[in-house]
């Protein structure tokens, strides 16, 4: 509508052309101005800014299982967030990886090809250091890895996959597998160079050591789900498992929970001296009357009525009436 002029606008336009106050020459000019964006075929934008997002929101929930693993793991202090999640090309990243690296190239069955995980060489020798005995203090001088420290990374980096199972279940199933690990950038050649990809850096503090965990998945894994990498697919579907699957596993956890119970016969206020005079026989007078209902806690909430008696031998309450939240509420 904002195209459209009223009489008004029209006979104000006409008065300020024969006026002078606006130059014709002017405005042809103005309207020939076109907005021009750049556009790089070199690196074609494949990743929408919503399915960026929908990664992100996905290794937000990753980096929180990472943090709660590695910190009762490592029996220390861990925190890791997402930093940024980018889209670039493989080139770009793959250059900028220092060797000697530490790059983990998974199978991400049963989506196709192989996706990239790059951990830091200061948060890897901080969690050799913690594993074995240490405090978790990187080494000042970056050197080759030891045959023992691949293998005691190979093994953290297979948990740390296993973890990625859940944040991606509502896209897909993945079975993510550690396929090797490779020290130097070069023999990591995953897809062709101007091949775009997903990077997601993840800031990891072990203690006092800070570092980076990439995770390069490039766009033909996800070409076959990039229709469910929308923030409305994904909270849609994680609505629908919440009150489906979850809401039946939530109930068979419940049930399966322990809480305490405790009957209350009654009541009675004493002097601290005729506690301490208390013998064997001695009868303490309550305030229940025998014929009266007795309270039953269930933790420290009052739940139900009871009558006192013996079941099989054993002292035991029959329960005569439950109470309501609005009745104790009243």
């Known amino acids: 509508m ?6 008004n606008e ?9 006026t002078g106050e606006i130059d014709v020459h002017q405005m042809q000019a103005t309207n020939e101005e076109r907005k021009v964006k750049n556009h790089d075929f070199r690196k074609p934008n494949k990743f929408a800014k919503d399915h960026l997002r929908t990664l992100e929101i996905i290794h ?11 910190s009762g793991y490592l029996r220390a202090l861990v925190q890791v967030e997402v930093i940024s999640v980018e889209e670039l090309s493989y080139y770009e990243f793959n250059n900028s990886i220092s060797n000697p690296a530490v790059l983990g190239i998974v199978d991400f069955t049963p989506l196709s090809g192989t996706v990239l995980v790059e951990l830091a060489p200061n948060i890897v020798f901080a969690l050799i250091d913690r594993i074995l005995g240490g405090k978790g203090s990187s080494t000042q001088k970056i050197r080759e890895y030891t045959e023992i420290e691949l293998a005691i990374i190979e093994r953290i980096l297979t948990q740390l996959l296993n973890l990625m199972r859940e944040p991606w279940e509502n896209v897909t199933q993945i079975k993510p597998k550690l396929d090797k690990i490779e020290t130097n950038a070069q023999f990591a050649q995953i897809i062709s160079p101007n091949e775009m990809i997903a990077l997601i850096t993840l800031s990891c503090k072990i203690g006092e050591i800070e570092g980076m965990i990439n995770i390069c998945i490039p766009y033909p894994v996800l070409e076959n789900v990039i229709t469910k990498l929308s923030t409305k697919f994904w909270f849609s579907m994680r609505e629908k498992a919440a009150t489906e699957e979850s809401k039946e596993t939530l109930e068979k956890k419940i049930e399966g929970t322990i809480v305490p119970i405790r009957v209350v016969l009654g009541r009675a206020e004493l002097t601290v001296g005729e506690v301490a005079e208390i013998q064997i026989g001695d009868v303490v007078q309550l305030d229940t009357n025998v014929n009266r209902d007795l309270a039953v806690y269930v933790g420290d909430i009052y739940k139900f009525n009871a009558r006192p008696g013996v079941k099989k031998n054993r002292v035991s309450v029959k329960v005569t009436g439950v109470i309501r939240e609005e009745e104790e509420n009243g």
């Not at 904002?2 to 009489?7: A, T």
């Not at 029209?10 to 024969?18: H, R, S, T």
């Not at 937000?60 to 590695?70: D, H, K, V, W």
């Open 2 to 7: 904002g195209d459209i002029l009223s009489q």
């Open 10 to 18: 029209i006979d104000e336009l006409l008065k300020a052309l024969n």
């Open 60 to 70: 937000e929930n990753y980096a929180r299982l990472i943090t709660n693993f590695l």
